[in-house]
């Protein structure tokens, strides 16, 4: 079977760019290994010619993603944070400028901070919920601009289709980070975005066993500077790592349901706990970027923060305290997952404008019974108060 435009996210995620094996009859893509293929004549071959350049696997998993994200091209490389590099690179050169999100992911901040700002990227947080303060940050010389929505970890919404109009008054690629929500929730592209990325690692995976990054591209031109990053760079995934993503895609959509469900329950219990000072979720009615997401988001994801009412000493106990919420860093896995961003996955912004309040806690709800996770946070909070 092959699926187009016109079969439901659940049909693409499974058939879109994965057509039976040809020559065994395989439901499965196979992963091929292979570093090298062979040409009838030189220049003439089945469309591949060594590993790093194109994969039939990787192919697979680029085809699938640009279906669900209704782009021209996939494509994947061997971390989120290489995805967004390639970006960049491509993107925003020496002299131009680039405008991210003012509690944008600590990774993202390094990266154009350490890597691209000594290579003459300059680059300028502003709080893109605000449309003046955007226009008032853009410059002739401003090439991106950088979208989180929702932001790691204060889950702020931002709306992409506003935000890309102002950008593209001023000549501005718009680039969205789109992790926390996958093309099953959100798809920027079709809001008026030129770029979506995302860590393979947390919802496409989905299980905490591959790191990975994908790119989507809304155009052709687009999709071939990107790839040339892609290829002279050379991080890409394996074809290992390829099949892993594909196949936690196939249960994207199910997994996503129960993820959503669950991490409503639990911003409903933060929300009514006396040790909970404030709670970050866009399905709350009171959350800023609750409308917006309502409207850009098919639901409202499976990540919630709270800040603790006894400030970093509360956080940090409550971090160690839960049992079936995990102390670790990452998201976005069937496992529920709690960490302390200031002092894990947000470290290297500390003592910058993004620094994270270190009252906060990020949980990364996964699919476990809600009723078992519930407890486990209960007894965790009322042993703080």
């Known amino acids: 079977m092959s699926a187009g435009a016109d079969h439901g996210f659940e ?25 090298t293929f062979v040409q009838s004549a030189v220049g003439d071959h089945q469309g591949y010619e060594y590993g790093r350049t194109s994969n039939p696997t990787r192919v697979a998993l680029e085809a699938c993603m640009a279906s669900l994200e209704g782009g021209r091209r996939g494509l994947a490389f061997a971390s989120g944070m290489a995805a967004e590099d390639a970006v960049l690179r491509a993107l925003a050169g020496s002299g131009e400028h680039v405008i991210i999100p003012d509690d944008a992911y600590g990774g993202t901040y390094r990266l154009l901070a350490r890597l691209h700002a ?17 226009r008032t940050a853009m410059r002739d010389e401003t090439a ?4 989180e929505t929702p932001t790691n970890p204060l889950l702020t919404v931002v709306d992409v289709a506003a935000v890309a109009e102002v950008a593209r008054s001023g000549g501005a690629r718009v680039v969205v980070d789109s992790t ?44 071939d500077a990107i790839a040339f990053v892609q290829n002279a760079a050379g991080a ?46 866009p399905g ?3 959350h800023p970027g609750h409308a917006v997401a309502a409207r850009q ?11 603790l009412a006894g400030g970093e000493e509360a956080a940090l106990r409550l971090a160690a305290s839960t049992r079936l919420f995990a102390l670790a860093e990452s998201l976005g896995a069937v496992e529920s997952l709690i960490e302390h961003p200031a002092r894990m996955t ?8 993004l620094a994270v309040d270190p009252a906060l806690v990020r949980l990364s709800v996964g699919i476990e019974s809600s009723v078992d996770l519930d407890a486990d946070l209960r007894a965790a909070l009322d042993a703080l108060a």
């Open 236 to 281: 890409v995934p394996s074809p290992l790592d390829c099949y892993l993503v594909l196949r936690g895609i196939k249960t994207l959509a199910v997994r996503m349901d129960r993820h959503c469900r669950n991490a409503r329950a639990v911003a409903e219990l933060l929300a009514g706990h006396p040790a909970v000072e404030r709670v970050l979720y």
């Open 144 to 147: 991106v601009v950088w979208v």
């Open 346 to 353: 947000h470290a290297s912004a500390e003592g910058s404008p």
């Open 118 to 134: 000594p290579a003459g990227v300059d680059h300028t947080a502003v709080d893109l919920t605000d449309l003046d303060a955007l």
């Open 180 to 223: 926390f929500a996958t093309p099953y929730l959100q798809r920027p592209l079709a809001l008026g975005a030129d770029v979506v990325v995302h860590s393979g690692t947390k919802y496409l995976g989905g299980h905490s066993d591959v790191v990975g990054g994908v790119v989507v591209v809304g155009d052709d031109e687009l999709g």
């Open 284 to 286: 709350l009615p009171d």
């Open 11 to 35: 049909t693409r995620a499974i058939h879109a760019g994965q057509p039976p094996d040809p020559v065994t009859g395989a439901v499965v893509p196979p992963i091929s290994l292979a570093t």
């Open 297 to 307: 988001m098919r639901d409202f994801g499976g990540m919630v923060s709270c800040t």
